[in-house]
């Protein structure tokens, strides 16, 4: 198939996922698609198994059944570094971040990981020179210019979540994984979070698939929702189809997060 027909279809396509955990069906013949340049928000009431179908499409878990495709490429086989080198790639955890080492130095490392080979002291001058100019793009690009020479430890927590950002953009990826991207932050933290997502999908072209429990946060990002229940995925759509849908509705009263939702539906 040529690279133009493939192009026409959704980038990211789940197919009948299943993962079990003893008796329970953790992820539930989950389907769903992302579309090109699309932020893609997955929510669900706790315990509905957004972590456990996030782990599957990064490879950190294997399905027990069903297909990851990216691109018409059935990732399904492959583990996190081929995932990662066919463009998707999962933002970690602040746990990731190298805390004794400046910002900067983290966003290198982070490029140069990308292209192991040559040790830097056989790095012509040229290519080092290539590596500072996209560490400092990359720094600008997540807010982290100002605080460049600190060192990573001594950031903010919102700040350290926006180098996590940085490192996994350092991968440079087509379609990025975020996990609660927002989890802890104050309103001013989000909102920067919010900002910088928003920068990612118009300036990089990126596609976005983030979990948050925010729903704030999804309903100002968000172009498209699914909604995880169970394990299975009861509904796909714009913010405004997922606020209408009952069984959304329905799932989500009752829960804890219900408030939340209440007052964004
Ligand atoms: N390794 C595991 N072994 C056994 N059960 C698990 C395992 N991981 C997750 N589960 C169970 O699978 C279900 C889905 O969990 P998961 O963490 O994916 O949900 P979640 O939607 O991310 O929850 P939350 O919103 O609370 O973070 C839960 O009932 C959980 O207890």
New binding site residues.
């Given amino acids: 198939m040529s690279a133009a027909l493939q192009n026409t279809g959704p980038m990211l396509q789940v197919e009948r996922l299943c993962k079990r ?2 008796a ?1 069906a ?1 992820t539930d013949e989950a389907s769903f698609a992302l579309h090109r340049g699309e932020i893609h928000a997955l929510i ?12 599957q499409l990064s490879g950190a878990l294997r399905p027990d059944s069903g297909r990851v495709l990216l691109d018409g490429q059935d990732l399904t086989p492959l583990g996190m570094a081929g995932r990662v080198a066919a463009g998707l790639v999962r933002s970690f955890q602040i746990t990731s971040i190298f805390k004794r080492l400046s910002v900067r130095d983290n966003i290198a490392l982070g490029l140069q990981a990308r292209r192991p080979g040559l040790p830097n002291l056989w790095r012509r001058a040229s290519a080092e020179r290539a590596l500072q100019e996209q560490a400092e793009a990359l720094l600008e690009l997540c807010g982290l210019a100002a605080r460049a020479d600190e060192l990573a430890g001594s950031l903010a927590h919102g700040e350290q979540r926006q180098l996590e950002v940085g490192l996994a953009l350092a991968a440079q990826p087509r379609l990025l994984l975020l996990d609660e991207p927002m989890a802890g932050m104050g309103p001013d933290e989000s909102e920067r979070m919010v900002l910088l997502l928003q920068r990612l999908r118009a300036e990089q072209g990126l596609t976005l698939l983030l ?1 948050e ?1 925010d729903m704030d946060a999804v309903f100002r990002l968000a172009d498209r929702i699914s909604t ?1 229940v169970f ?1 299975r995925i009861i509904a796909s759509g714009t913010p405004q189809e997922i606020r209408e849908h009952p069984e959304v509705r329905r799932a989500y009263l009752g829960d804890e997060a219900s408030d939340e939702m209440e007052a964004a539906l």
């Fill in positions: 955990f003893g329970l953790a669900g009431p706790n315990g509905a198994g957004k972590t456990t179908l996030i782990h979990v429990h995880l394990g």
